[in-house]
């Protein structure tokens, strides 16, 4: 079959052989044609011709311009200091950077100006420039080093090099394959969508994005490759949901029954708002419709997540099932334990804690109860979906994470019960729209889009340590009023003794501030012993002690309505959805709480804008935003290992409107052709089992 030329081992293309091959393999995971072929290079240089200042329209590419520095200087200081450059050619201005080199710069052009400019531009605050151009005199133009004049580069790496395998022998590689296999390359979408949109077809996208005619060509290919990482993302996720809806049958929980009512109107503390009662319903339908449910459930800090899983899991027991509620750390785990415990403290419920160190008796009998059907509540940690935690009759699991929870642990609870229990997932801070689609697209969404009423905005100020005096009288100030404060130090994993230091050097400071016996200070870090832990926490629950000092533990930690500062040391080491995360834990009271964040006088642009993000807004979807802007989706927190954001050169970033664009036309191809069977929609069928084959969760319900 010719097809299966792309499957080709690569060793077999001439240039290659045994020992390539495995460099290829082991540096890049090139094993196939295919593999290579779909090895996109990440930049190109443009020789081909001189390109007017005004052409310039995409970022990425090597170009070069010809005409005049009309201007020049030296700016900013040490590390800041740069040669600018004003370049101009008939048709407009560019502005030439170097960081260095620049006395040398400065002499070449003392003598010379006009140059054929070569380098990359890029956008920098709206206005295009380039960084450490080469300045070549036009007179003494050299040869490009690649036959071709427009030319791709390839990500290499040092041992690849060794063997001969940069960049140009790449591109070689490349001139090689691309003739023998262009006609064996499948397309992938339909007429009507290639048509409709303008795309170039698989083939063209292909020989393009290495071998590029020109930037137009090059940018048509670029967008035609990444709508189809895209797409195919969204219709894979689409049609697992889709699959999930229509065949797997889930428990019917239609009944409300005596504990969702007796809890509602005998127990519950507060008015739910109404955001927790919508999000109730939609979920209550979900569980009513006799299909199984999947479900994320995205609200801010301290919007009421919990008590919200709650009912649902009273909904649960009123139908005869167990349902369990398991967090991604033991302390979360435990605070959930506990409040949930408080919270059904006067109904007929066994509530129970499992974790993996749970000692062996107890774990024992624990799951021999559970077993019987004797516990309706278990919450604990991963330990959960061990496979010797057997259920009488599972109906619903609800996960709090903070890292993303991989599709195969899901796949690992659907099999804890004949009928899959519903599963809700409820995110720790909420993520932006486009990364939920993505990361998260497979499940139903529900947000809860307003905190309780009554809570007053959290005020947020930027400290340096300079300012730690009056930091300090204000603390004293709080305190005076019967307010508590928590202070938190960063906790770097690489350096724990070095944290625990910070830590102590830290309570010293505090301790000759802040003496007993007026003032009383608890510290919990993760060196500690869970009940030393406990009983600290326990005292600043209560109210015995005035400041909490802590390492990052707390940030999963304690619910404390009486505490109105949060004051966090060397804030600029903080990623932004913990820094989020931390401030939610005060303005849980009715007094007006703050957020303090410290930091010292040096900090780069990226950790200015974080601290000024957190000042400017307490709207924790915006923070997401700003934060998937400013890291990217590679660093968001527990998206790292997912493998759903693999993408080649799609960006959830930069693509956005692509993204939402694809979502929309995955969406409307499955209403119209759920089984993709008409006769235009083959080629993505085609494109879509292939992909489908390698993904376990599909593998295991069809
Ligand atoms: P998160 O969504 O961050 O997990 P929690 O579920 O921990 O938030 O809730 C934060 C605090 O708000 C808890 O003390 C909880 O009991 C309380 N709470 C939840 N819902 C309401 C409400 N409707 N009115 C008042 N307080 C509420
Ligand atoms: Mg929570």
Redesign the pocket.
């Known amino acids: 079959m010719q097809v299966n030329l792309l499957m080709a081992p690569i060793e077999f293309l001439k240039g290659v052989g045994p020992k390539r091959a495995a460099v290829l393999k082991k540096e890049f995971s090139i094993e196939t044609y295919d593999d290579l072929l779909h090895y996109y290079p990440y930049r190109y240089v443009d020789k081909s011709k001189i390109y007017q200042i005004k052409e310039i329209q995409t970022e990425g590419a090597y170009m070069q311009f010809y005409g005049r520095v009309v201007r020049y200087e030296v700016v900013g200081q040490q590390r800041a200091k740069r040669l600018v450059a004003l370049f101009e050619d008939k048709s407009g201005v560019i502005e030439l950077v170097w960081f260095n080199g620049i006395r040398w710069i400065e002499q070449l052009l003392a003598e010379k100006r006009e140059f054929i400019v070569f380098g990359r531009p890029t956008l920098f605050n709206h206005k295009w420039n380039i960084t450490h151009p080469e300045l070549i005199d036009p007179k003494t133009q050299s040869e490009s080093p690649f036959p071709l004049k427009f030319y791709p580069l390839y990500n290499s790496s040092d041992k690849a090099k060794k063997s001969g395998m940069d960049s140009k022998a790449i591109a070689k590689l490349q001139l090689q394959l691309i003739p023998q296999v262009v006609d064996v390359v499948q397309e992938t979408l339909s007429q009507e969508m290639l048509q409709k949109n303008n795309f170039l077809t698989m083939k063209q996208a292909l020989v393009t994005i290495h071998f590029p005619e020109n930037p137009e060509m090059l940018n048509r290919a670029l967008l035609r490759l990444k709508f189809d990482e895209l797409f195919f993302t969204q219709l894979r996720l689409l049609k697992l949901k889709l699959v999930t809806t229509q065949r797997v049958k889930g428990h019917l929980i239609s009944k409300v029954g005596d504990y969702f009512n007796t809890f509602y109107h005998n127990y519950l503390p507060?008015?739910?708002?109404n955001a927790?009662k919508r999000v109730i319903k939609e979920i209550r339908a979900d569980m009513g419709s006799g299909r199984q449910m999947n479900r994320l459930l995205q609200?801010?800090?301290?919007?009421?997540?919990?008590?919200t899983a709650l009912f649902v899991m009273l909904l649960a027991l009123d139908n005869d099932l167990q349902t369990c509620l398991m967090a991604p750390t033991e302390i979360l785990a435990l605070q959930h334990y506990e409040?949930i415990r408080k919270f059904l403290k006067d109904m007929p419920l066994t509530v129970e804690f499992l974790s993996g160190s749970t000692r062996i008796t107890k774990r024992r009998v624990l799951l021999e109860k559970l077993k019987n059907g004797e516990i309706d509540i278990l919450i604990g940690t991963h330990a959960l979906i061990e496979d010797e935690v057997v259920f009488n009759n599972l109906g619903l699991v609800v996960i709090d994470e903070q890292h993303r929870f991989g599709v195969e642990q899901r796949a690992k609870l659907w099999r804890k019960n004949s009928i899959p229990p519903h599963i809700l997932v409820?995110t720790a801070t909420p993520i932006p729209r486009t990364l939920a689609m993505t990361l998260y697209g497979d499940l139903d969404i529900s947000v809860?889009n307003a905190l309780?009423?009554g809570r007053k905005p959290i005020i947020t100020r930027h400290f340096y340590d300079r300012d730690r005096l009056r930091v300090l009288d204000f603390m004293r100030n709080q305190i005076a009023e019967g307010r508590q404060v928590f202070v938190v130090y960063p906790l770097i994993k690489e350096s724990e003794k070095m944290d625990l230091l910070d830590l102590m050097a830290g309570y010293d400071a505090m301790a000759l501030e802040f003496p007993l016996p007026e003032y009383a200070i608890s510290m919990v870090h993760g060196k500690m012993k869970v009940d030393e832990k406990e009983y600290e926490m326990q005292r600043f629950v209560k109210g015995e002690t005035c400041i909490m000092l802590s390492t990052t533990v707390i940030e999963v930690g304690i619910?404390v309505?009486n505490a109105t500062v949060m004051l966090i040391e060397s804030a600029e080491r903080f990623g932004l959805s913990q820094l989020h995360q931390l401030r939610?834990r005060v303005g849980?009271g009715g007094e007006q709480s703050y957020c303090i964040l410290m930091s010292g006088n040096k900090l780069t642009t990226e950790s200015k804008q974080r601290l000024s993000a957190m000042v400017n807004t307490n709207d924790g979807f915006e923070i997401a935003n700003i934060d998937l802007r400013l890291r990217g989706p590679g660093d968001i927190q527990g998206t790292r290992q997912s493998g759903m954001l693999d993408f080649k050169i799609a960006d959830l970033v930069k693509d956005e409107k692509l993204v939402s664009y694809t979502r929309r036309l995955a969406q409307e191809l499955l209403q119209t052709d759920p089984e993709l069977s008409q006769p235009q929609n083959l080629p993505i069928k085609k494109f879509l089992d292939q992909m489908l084959k390698e993904y376990v969760y599909y593998g295991m319900i069809s």
């Open positions: 507060f008015e739910l708002t927790q609200g801010d800090v301290g919007s009421g997540k919990t008590i409040s409820m809860i309780p009423k619910d309505p939610g849980r």
